[in-house]
């Protein structure tokens, strides 16, 4: 092969030259305005997709000519078509969570992987707004890309003095939604807020819905400290001058707002409530929630017109509420004690068919706002339909779930099938060492107000406490322990092994109380997050972060004769002795009433009720008695070390034994002085 002289490469050169030139090329003016009208109709069309599945084709297939601006809009309209595809999918009950899990892995998932990669490839173009839109969708759509994140907080940092209040706002709520922040995320949002609270003295630069959304994202991040305090009180008292300018909906944002950072502002929430309460017909449910779940959470009462004028704007709409909406409403009712049968009624009839929608927690509160007012529907589908809904759910409900369900039955006065009852005990002794002592004493104190007589629930329950009671460092509150010993006489025995152990171990019962230092609450899932335009998430977090929804135990048919406080004096001791008398009293009457009248033994139970005269004469009189001995050897000495296992009495024979073998022990001593037997209720019901 022959190589060409330079002669012949410079002829070559010349003729390409010549030839490049002879042609017509696009000028570079004309070359960039044609990349720029194709990356315009690109953005058009991103912005323009409807569906979930031809949004995601298309960054799959023209991601390569995405530009900062297109991968902004097309992550932000991601996570706006992704959560309408989803929430139809719900409503048609099309899907399972396996089926949503599916679709998430075969379109989300590779989309939001390219996005992330063009989102760094195109991180140092971002301006604030792509910074603030970016964060919102990735917090819309509850992902995470640390590599994405670590990027946005950087760039954020770099351009923070651009942010204006639409991106603080918008960077704040997508930061809120999601629960795991890194550290650089922690950083940036601290600079975030600081940046925020300097940007309160431009009041003309935030608009209401801006307000709104940063107290909203406020109460998700908290507000503890004193610069989060601050902006707090810069944006309630924003709210508060431009009152007239906020809509019903962002109102009730701020309403919600409060009531998760328990700001108990009874003066502010006063003029915010009698707003909204004008208004009142504007309002949708998820208004209607948000406002009667924040009053609850901060025990503000709102004034009677918004409480009156609220059922019967949302009573026709029923319908429309989702189930987490419906339990909200009815809690900010129950919980402030506020009974509206006209909404009662309206939910029994508009649920009772819509039952199996609901999930475990917002069924189970829903029971205990019934309660809470003490109202049971004239239609008792609901509450016969929540039993079968309950039963087949009984292997995933929660201790507590459990709890509120009966203890709402029980203030109702509802009295579920034998059978619901029967299932719910049995569950309830084999998830026994799940539950608190609150829950158990609670749920025993419905079981005994519903009349339910079978003692192995009631056995089950004093057994554990007494273990705990002897194995436990910390005490069991007082409240827990007579709850359990006022239920257990409510059906008929008497628990001594756990009042021993209880004084042994310095928790000394009022025997006798019949239940009137019961009243305590319950704390349960509580904050029930709902979706608003960007400014409320859908996520289940607070069953998220617990609430406080009380589940008053039930006093109502203590006795008005217990003291409150401590026995002072020989009124309280005389007090506290015809207490003791009238507990044994009623505690025999039940065992002559019931197990020996059935047994055929009539004459047996009276010589027991002449024995229990004569015990409860000598007591008056001052006599000393083994009873009376034991009590005050046990005060003497209050350290006795760990008691043994203890056989709980759970037969009315075994108590009737008892009874006797301490009246032989008296009578060989000292009898009392008229040696009479005749007056058996009347000494100890003085």
């Not at 899932?525 to 335009?533: F, K, N, R, V, Y």
């Not at 009238?582 to 197990?595: I, R």
């Not at 008695?625 to 006795?640: A, E, H, K, V």
């Amino acid at each position: 092969m022959q190589l060409a002289g330079p002669g012949a490469v410079l002829q070559a050169t010349g003729d390409l030259i010549h030839a490049l030139f002879q042609t017509e090329q696009p000028t570079l003016v004309e070359d960039v305005a044609a990349e720029l009208d194709y990356a315009a109709r690109l953005n058009k069309r991103v912005l323009a997709a409807s569906s979930l599945p031809l949004l995601c084709d298309l960054v799959q297939q023209e991601a390569p000519q995405f530009d900062y601006l297109t991968t902004s809009h097309a992550l932000y309209r991601l996570s706006i078509l992704c959560h309408a595809y989803f929430t139809q999918l719900q409503s048609a009950h099309l899907t399972s969570r396996e089926a949503q899990q599916a679709a998430w892995i075969e379109y989300v998932e590779p989309a939001l992987q390219t996005l992330g990669q063009l989102l760094i490839r195109h991180m140092d173009e971002l301006d604030a707004w792509g910074v603030a839109i970016s964060f919102w969708a990735y917090g819309k759509l509850q992902c995470s890309d640390e590599a994405a994140f670590a990027a946005l907080c950087e760039r954020g940092l770099a351009i923070m003095d651009e942010f204006n209040a639409v991106d603080c706002a918008s960077t704040l709520v997508g930061i809120a939604r999601l629960r795991v922040r890194p550290r650089c995320q922690r950083e940036f949002l601290e600079h975030l807020l600081a940046h925020t609270a300097d940007l309160l003295s431009h009041v003309d630069a935030w608009s209401s819905q801006e307000v709104a959304n940063v107290l909203w994202g406020l109460s998700k991040i908290g507000a503890a400290g004193p610069s989060r305090r601050s902006l707090l009180e810069g944006l309630l008292e924003m709210t508060l001058w431009r009152l007239e300018e906020f809509s019903v909906q962002q109102l009730a944002i701020v309403v919600y707002s409060c009531g998760r950072m328990r700001l108990r502002l009874p003066q502010q929430l006063a003029k915010i409530t009698h707003h909204i309460a004008a208004q009142a017909q504007n309002m949708n449910p998820l208004d209607a929630a948000h406002v009667m779940w924040g009053c609850a959470k901060v025990d503000f009462t709102p004034g009677a017109t918004l409480l009156e004028r609220l059922p019967g704007v949302m009573v026709p709409r029923l319908s429309e509420f989702k189930p987490q909406e419906v339990c909200m409403l009815l809690y900010g009712y129950g919980h402030l004690r506020q009974c509206s049968p006209v909404l009662l009624e309206g939910v029994a009839a508009a649920c009772s068919s819509r039952l199996h929608e609901f999930s475990s927690q917002d069924l189970c509160v829903t029971l205990w706002s019934y309660g809470m007012v003490q109202y049971s529907p004239a239609d008792t589908t609901l509450f016969d339909n929540a039993c079968r809904v309950l039963l087949s759910r009984a292997n995933r409900l929660l201790p507590l779930e459990l709890t509120m369900a009966i203890k709402g039955f029980a203030r109702a006065g509802y009295q579920p099938p034998p059978e619901f009852m029967r299932q719910v005990a049995q569950l309830a002794m084999q998830k026994l060492h799940q539950f608190s002592p609150m829950e158990y004493s609670q749920l025993l104190w419905a079981y005994a107000a519903l009349g339910y007589r079978d003692v192995a629930l009631f056995e089950a329950v004093v057994g554990h406490t007494i273990n705990a009671l002897q194995t436990w460092t910390r005490r069991l509150p007082k409240t827990t322990v007579d709850t359990i010993i006022w239920s257990c006489e409510r059906v008929g025995f008497w628990p001594q092994s756990l009042v021993d152990t209880a004084e042994m171990r310095g928790v000394f019962v009022k025997t006798g109380s019949r239940g009137a230092a019961a009243h305590e609450e319950m704390e349960v899932i509580s904050g029930l997050p709902q979706q608003t335009d960007g400014s409320s998430d859908e996520e289940d977090e607070d069953s998220s972060s617990s609430s406080s929804l009380g589940v008053e135990a039930g006093a109502a048919e203590s006795s008005s004769s217990s003291s409150s406080g401590g026995l002072n004096g020989f009124g309280d001791q005389l007090g506290a002795m015809m207490l003791r008398n009238d507990q044994l009293s009623a505690a025999v009457d039940n065992l002559v009433t019931e197990d020996f009248a059935e047994l055929g033994v009539n004459d047996r139970g009276r010589e027991i009720r002449s024995i229990v005269d004569d015990i409860i004469k000598a007591r008056e009189k001052g006599v000393d008695t083994p009873s009376s001995r034991q009590q005050r050897q046990q005060q003497q000495q209050p350290g006795l070390g760990k008691v043994g296992p203890l056989r709980f009495r759970n037969s009315k024979q075994a108590l009737a034994k008892d009874v006797s073998a301490a009246a032989a022990a008296d009578g060989g001593r000292e009898q009392p002085a008229d040696g009479s037997s005749s007056s058996s209720a009347a000494a100890g019901k003085q």
